[in-house]
């Protein structure tokens, strides 16, 4: 990897050791180089069987050629093809080809990528910006490249281990009664659940680090009270601070110039949630430090998760296009000329009031060791710099602890230190397949910690709907529920009673997987290697290139999920040679079936899903708890296809505190022997681990079920 600088490029904090030796102002190997007075562009001719990998957060398919995309964070509700940026920039990007190079350009604003949208097989990438770092990577292996990335910014973090159970979220929850009825409706109904959420109405008028004290009386025993039942209270922060005097974090930010200005110095105004608010200038570490103190209310209570929202920062208007509007309708009234108002003129000019670029522009912040800059330069930090300041503060109060932290915001670097979720999609079929690509393609940015809103977020949700995006759910880290105000209900009691049964017995399935997925999270971050990968990752044949629609989860599972509607069933592709077909009803029922390599249609009704174990690869399971710290189960199932030999390496550390203290192993080798199988066990740190007692599933190559008792000693 070789480090190219232009100009002098600001500090982003993207990556944390930059190498020592760069090159100032140098041609990037194959890439031709135009350096206009504000912008540079690179230019590379695509070879025609050239696949473009990267850019994390943003629509289209994994391979992203065809297509223009732009870095911009942009709070933008409506996910439609045409849209060019989502909520976080990402700007690395690989050519997978016959010699793999990968770039990422560390420049927090606007970067144009034109993957040949413009020319076929050109990409050309605008820097809107002459200070800038590129980091270029030449490999024989793209897979390097990637890895090579997530260690340069930082590595991957890990959430607790109960953020890996099941969520509940509602835009929003009015009061503590109705949460409290959420969470008995759950152990009522014997599903799943280890967080609830709260949305934007726990505030008092939207002000952040408030409460409403009259909907949440006795916020503190209502926090203990859910926790006693396993359930984590999970509150919405947004950035915006009201203006209001009297209001503590407003006098305190304003009273330390802790807000960002405008181009004369002043608090610069935007209207959000709360009305007219105020942005921290999280580019200061002096605001990051108050505004990770201002956490501690909450954590204090015992609060242990957090979601960061609107910190593109979304703007809904500010009081100066209010005023232009207010000018032409006031010119026009005194001129007694009201049928002469343009009023689709107006309704465009309103609606472009939303995330205007203009205000970005004309926002200043005031980063340490450095000049005032236009916030349009460092736009992409800011909800990265929102999230640092919570990571620094727990890292320095509570270096035992771990906490859940996602942004809906983010930029290069900030997946080592919180998770994101990828915003406001809508209950659309085509959002659960842009759920399946986002995956993969934030996965390969290493957001390992990721996912959508379940169900879809904007729109009405349908019970075919719901129980197809649960059933993707079950292997995404992230496993959120969320729905918009005025929207239908989408928990899952809202629908039938079939859809209740199914939708338990898929939550089920996620929690008797969790040892296995937690465990393979844990690997692969440690390893700074996408848990989510796609088809070609691993597995070389041609036909891989072209699947987006299924998925390899870790090192043995591939998962093709149902995402589309009335279907029962789908085609697959499998690579390598045979695989374990577990076409999965409850974890309960583990039906399964030899199937070889090749193309398949491969019924799936709707209370069934498509989870495929490699041959020779090996799953773990076990009885499913009703929250992730409940009571442990002491059997651990061990199933897979032996035809030569397998093994599983099942790790566990202790969930709440840093990754991979105390952590314990279980190592398991199984070798096919005549029509037998010899087992081997190995552990580390024996006395940690939960299970005491092991059953091995064992299926020869014709499919045949052996089942063998082991007592872990
Ligand atoms: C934004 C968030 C969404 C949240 C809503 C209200 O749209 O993306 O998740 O529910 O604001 O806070």
Redesign the pocket.
């Known amino acids: 990897m070789k480090l190219y600088r232009f100009g002098k490029p600001v500090e982003t904090g993207a990556v944390l050791e930059k190498p020592l030796k760069f090159l100032q102002n140098e041609e990037i190997a194959t890439f031709k180089l135009k350096q206009t007075k504000d912008s540079l562009i690179l230019r590379y001719h695509l070879h025609k069987d050239d696949v473009v990998l990267g850019l994390g957060e943003q629509m289209g398919g994994v391979n992203k050629r065809g297509r223009k995309y732009i870095t911009y964070n942009t709070d933008i509700?409506e996910h439609t093809p045409d849209k060019l940026s989502l909520y976080g920039s990402h700007p690395f990007i690989i050519i997978k080809g016959r010699y793999p190079e990968g770039l990422f350009i560390d420049y927090p604003g606007e970067i144009i990528f034109d993957i040949g949208f413009t020319t076929k097989d050109i990409l050309e990438i605008t820097i809107t910006s002459t200070d800038i770092d590129v980091y270029h990577w030449q490999d024989v292996y793209w897979q390097n490249i990637i890895t090579g990335y997530i260690k340069l910014t930082g590595g991957v973090y890990i959430p607790p281990k109960w953020a890996f159970g099941y969520q509940q979220c509602r835009?929003s929850y009015p009061d503590a009664n109705s949460v409290t009825e959420i969470a008995s409706r759950f152990r009522q109904l014997g599903i799943p659940c280890d967080a609830i959420y709260l949305?934007?109405d726990y505030m008092q008028d939207y002000k952040v680090f408030t409460i409403n004290e009259e909907r949440f009386p006795d916020f503190d025993k209502f926090v203990k009270k859910l926790a006693d039942d396993g359930f984590h209270l999970i509150p919405?922060i947004d950035p915006g601070v009201k203006i209001e005097d009297g209001y503590p974090v407003y006098e305190e930010g304003k009273k330390n110039k802790y807000f960002c200005t405008d181009a004369k110095g002043d608090d610069f105004e935007a209207a959000v949630w709360p009305g007219l608010t105020h942005l921290p200038d999280f580019s200061k570490e002096a605001v990051r430090t108050w505004w990770g103190n201002l956490y501690e209310e909450f954590i204090k209570l015992g609060i242990e998760g957090f979601w960061n929202?609107?910190n593109e920062p979304a703007i809904f208007y500010t009081n100066y296009q209010k005023a232009e509007v207010y000018q032409k309708l006031q010119e026009a009234a005194a001129d007694n000329k009201i049928e002469e108002i343009d009023l689709i003129g107006l309704q465009w000019q309103i609606r472009n009031f939303h995330n205007s670029r203009e205000d970005y522009q004309s926002i200043f912040q005031h980063p340490d060791n450095s000049n005032s800059l236009c916030h349009d330069k460092i736009h992409n930090l800011y909800g990265a710099q929102m999230a640092l300041a919570f990571s620094d503060h727990v890292q320095k109060h509570y270096p035992d602890k771990r906490f859940l932290i996602f942004s809906?915001s983010s930029y290069s670097g900030s997946q080592r230190y919180a998770g994101i979720w990828y915003?406001?999609n809508k209950s659309w079929w085509q959002h659960l397949e842009m759920n399946i690509k986002m995956l993969i393609n934030c996965n390969l940015a290493g957001y390992l910690y990721s996912g959508a809103d379940i169900g879809g977020?904007g729109d009405n949700c349908q019970a075919e709907l719901l129980l197809r995006w649960l059933q993707l759910g079950v292997f995404s880290p992230l496993f959120r529920n969320?729905s918009?105000i005025h929207t239908r209900r989408q928990e899952l009691w809202e629908y039938d009673k079939e859809t209740l049964n199914i939708s338990r017995n898929i939550i089920r399935l996620r929690y008797s997987l969790l040892p296995w997925l937690y465990s393979q999270f844990l690997e692969f971050a440690s390893m700074n290697t996408p848990l989510i990968q796609p088809l070609f990752w691993q597995y070389r044949d041609d036909r891989c290139q072209q699947i987006e629609d299924e998925f390899i989860y870790g090192s043995s599972l591939l998962i093709a999920p149902v995402y589309q509607p009335n279907a029962t069933g789908r085609n697959v592709y499998l690579p390598g040679k045979k695989w374990l077909l577990w076409q999965a009803r409850s974890w309960e029922e583990r039906k399964m079936q030899v199937i070889p390599a090749g193309d398949h249609y491969l019924e799936c009704p709707l209370d069934r899903q498509l989870i495929f174990i490699a041959e020779n690869k090996l799953i773990a399971l076990q009885e499913p708890e009703d929250y992730v710290d409940q009571i442990k189960p002491d059997t651990l199932f061990i199933t897979g296809l032996v035809t030569e030999s397998a093994s599983i390496k099942v790790l566990a550390d202790q969930g709440k505190y840093p990754a991979f203290a105390g952590i314990a192993v279980l190592e398991i080798n199984v070798e096919r022997n005549g029509i037998d199988f010899k087992i081997t066990i190995k552990t580390v740190n024996r006395e940690l681990l939960q299970w005491q007692n092991l059953v091995f599933e064992l299926y020869n190559g014709q499919g045949n079920l052996m089942v063998k008792h082991r007592k872990l000693i």
Do not use: E, S, T, V
């Open positions: 509700p835009w949305d934007i919405i929202d609107m809906r915003g406001d977020f969320h918009a």
